[in-house]
């Protein structure tokens, strides 16, 4: 099944060179030609195909279906490069995913792969430092050289950029939520006791306050309405996480410096209700330390297709510049 989709603006990425990029999901797959102009066309959303056999060889394998479809759709635009941003541990360097528990690799080759696949030369990264990166060069992030991008939904995935640049860390960076919340909290899937996101994502607000409650709940925007309608115990789930998430970013703060920090993702939907006790308590939390602004992100769910699409610009214009990839 194939969903079409709005593109985002037509000319937010300005002239360059004609690429295709394609954002990874452990559900979907984001896919996209981008001509000279900046055009964002046929932008669509398919299902990521997972093969616990071959898993890399796969998705890769679907990509290269993707591309020719988009190809045969506007005859006459020809891709000099392509991105694809995948998600888990991603090493930029060498093009090597080097784990993704939701696709199913361990240190799969997936640039080279990609670049046989797809005849083109591959620029391969991280979605979510994709979609930071994104952020900075033409969303929230603008005119901030340190910046931490927050994605805060299901769980919670970041980006740094500092200096300008986006920075990975060997692929380890950014990792925020699987930092330590709280040493007697829940288990984190990843295997760690108190991650930050079993207590601040979306997905760990419906699923702490449906356990506490015995009352089941689609989502975080839930267990808010019930704590502004004075259920103490959503207020304290809610609380918790605010609180949680306030003191994970008064440590990056004290660390890092940054002058924005970018929020995102579905916990972001909430709007003032988060910006504001969450500011109020980031306040609390510092005392000389440079207080970040705090920014709702501005591109959404394309922020990831976007940093994909300028990284195979970027690729692009080293390669015709005589520069090595």
């Known amino acids: 099944m194939m969903i079409e989709h709005p593109a985002p603006d037509a000319t937010r990425l300005g002239p360059g060179h004609a690429v295709l990029a394609f954002d990874v999901g452990g559900t979907d797959t984001k896919s996209a030609l981008v001509d000279a102009s900046g055009r964002v066309l ?59 528990s939701n696709l199913g690799w361990r240190d799969a080759p997936i640039r080279s792969l990609a670049e046989t696949a797809l005849g083109l030369p591959v620029a391969f990264g991280h979605d979510v430092r ?49 930092s330590l919340a709280d040493p007697l909290g829940e288990r984190c899937p990843c295997g760690a006791i108190g991650c930050l996101e079993t207590i601040a994502s979306a997905g760990a607000i419906a699923r702490r306050y449906s356990a506490a409650s015995g009352t089941p709940v689609g989502g975080a925007r839930e267990v808010l309405d019930a704590a502004t309608a004075g259920d ?71 922020a990831g297709l976007l940093g994909t699409a300028l990284a195979a610009r970027d690729l692009a214009a080293v390669r015709r510049d005589g520069g090595a990839a």
């Open 42 to 100: 046929g932008l669509r959303r398919t299902p990521t195909p997972l093969d616990s056999a071959d898993p890399a060889g796969t998705i890769v394998a679907s990509l290269a279906v993707l591309a020719r479809e988009h190809l045969a759709a506007v005859p006459g635009i020809v891709p000099v490069a392509a991105g694809v941003s995948v998600p888990g541990l991603v090493d930029e360097q060498t093009g090597v995913g080097m784990f993704a």
């Open 130 to 178: 994709a979609a930071g990166d994104a952020e900075h060069r033409l969303g929230a992030a603008r005119g901030y050289g340190d910046v931490v991008v927050l994605a805060i939904g299901t769980g919670i995935a970041s980006a740094l950029v500092l200096g300008g640049r986006p920075y990975a860390g060997g692929g380890f960076a950014g990792e925020i939520g699987h």
């Open 232 to 302: 103490p115990l959503a207020r304290r789930v809610w609380d918790d996480a605010v609180e949680a998430l306030a003191e994970a970013i008064a440590r990056l703060v004290a660390i890092l410096a940054p002058e924005a920090v970018v929020i995102g993702g579905g916990l972001a939907q909430a709007g003032p209700a988060l910006f504001g006790p969450l500011g109020a308590r980031l306040d609390a939390l510092l005392s000389f330390h440079r207080r970040p602004a705090l920014v709702h992100a501005e591109l959404g769910d394309d």
